[in-house]
């Protein structure tokens, strides 16, 4: 199964990009790519199910996911219990760095669905993935160093405009 990683240093305390990393349903409000988030079931503080809808490469994602948070380690762990990829899986992470920075990590571990054209798409769907997963940790850095959290409002046309308060 192709694996994608991205990590990404932000100059901000490993508590305030942890806030911002298990805000799922914030992720619309400062990510362009992310149509929608939603916790539908969070039977308690370690354990949620949230739906997705993201937009990769002109196509729209969908998908449903189990979440297993741990806020002492700063993960959380994600697998696809629906949706149009045939497996989706990972984690989110917040690590402390030098200076009382953070690192925050989206690791992904995922399969297309389609055995035969796997050989083929793989490698493009590992591209677009990793390009999305930057794009996100972009954003968060952005909502965090803004010393605010960015809005995205969509304008008449549809494309968003990003500012922060």
């Known amino acids: 199964m192709p694996r994608v990683e991205v990590d990404l240093p932000i100059a901000v305390p490993p508590e305030a990009a942890w806030a911002a990393v298990v805000d799922v349903e914030g992720y619309p409000d400062c990510m362009e790519n992310v149509e929608s988030v939603a916790v539908t ?3 308690d503080e370690a354990h949620r199910t949230t739906a997705w809808s993201v937009r990769l490469k002109g196509s729209v994602l969908r998908w449903t996911e189990d979440e297993v948070i741990d806020h002492t380690a700063r993960r959380f762990d994600f697998r696809q219990v629906s949706g149009d990829l045939g497996a989706f ?3 989110w992470g917040v690590r402390p760095a030098v200076g009382g920075h953070s690192t925050v990590s989206l690791h992904v571990d995922f399969d297309i669905g ?4 796997a050989d ?3 490698p493009v769907a590992s591209d677009a993935l990793r390009e999305n997963a930057a794009q996100m940790l972009g954003a968060l850095e952005r909502r965090l160093t803004a010393g605010g959290p960015a809005t995205r409002r969509r304008t008449a046309d549809g494309p968003a405009e990003v500012s922060a308060p």
């Open 114 to 117: 389609i055995p035969l054209l």
């Open 120 to 122: 083929l798409l793989n």
């Open 41 to 43: 079931e969070r039977p």
């Open 89 to 91: 899986a990972g984690h």
